[in-house]
C-alpha cells in the first residue's frame, strides 16, 4: 500500500507563498512522476506540476510562480507556490504511482486547502 500526506496549506494574502509537502510512504515507483493537482469548488480537478528524476512540468497557470521538487532521502515532494492569486485557490493534492494487487495505481493523498484572499 501507499499513504500520501499533504501539509502547508493555509490561507495566505495575494501575492504571497505558501510551500506544500507531500510525504510518501509504501511501494512506490521510484522511476514514475510524482504530481500535484488542485481541484477549486465546481471545477475538475487539474494537473499543476509533475516531477520525474530528470524532469519537471507545469501547467500554464502556474509556470514561472510555482516550483516542484523532491527530496529523495526524505521521500518527500515540495511546491513552492510564490506570487499567489486568488485563482489558485483550492484543494491541492499529491499523486504517484505505487504497487497495488491489480499492478499499478496512481494514489493520491486526502489533500491541503489553499486560499489566497485578502
Known amino acids: 500500500q501507499v499513504q500520501l500526506v499533504e501539509s502547508g496549506g493555509g490561507l495566505v494574502q495575494p501575492g504571497g507563498s505558501l510551500r506544500l509537502s507531500c510525504v510518501a510512504s509504501?511501494?512506490?515507483?521510484?522511476?514514475?512522476?510524482m504530481y500535484w493537482y488542485r481541484q477549486a469548488p465546481g471545477n475538475q480537478r487539474e494537473r499543476v506540476a509533475s516531477?520525474?528524476?530528470?524532469?519537471?512540468s507545469y501547467a500554464d497557470s502556474v509556470k514561472g510562480r510555482f516550483t516542484i521538487s523532491k527530496d529523495n532521502v526524505k521521500n518527500t515532494i515540495y511546491l513552492q507556490m510564490n506570487t499567489l492569486k486568488p485563482e489558485d485557490t483550492a484543494v491541492y493534492y499529491c499523486?504517484?504511482?505505487?504497487?497495488?494487487?491489480?499492478?499499478?495505481?496512481?494514489?493520491w493523498g486526502r489533500g491541503t486547502q489553499v486560499t489566497v484572499s485578502e
Open positions: 499523486s504517484a504511482w505505487g504497487f497495488s494487487p491489480g499492478g499499478q495505481t496512481l494514489y
Open positions: 516531477i520525474t528524476s530528470d524532469s519537471t
Open positions: 509504501g511501494s512506490i515507483f521510484s522511476s514514475r512522476p
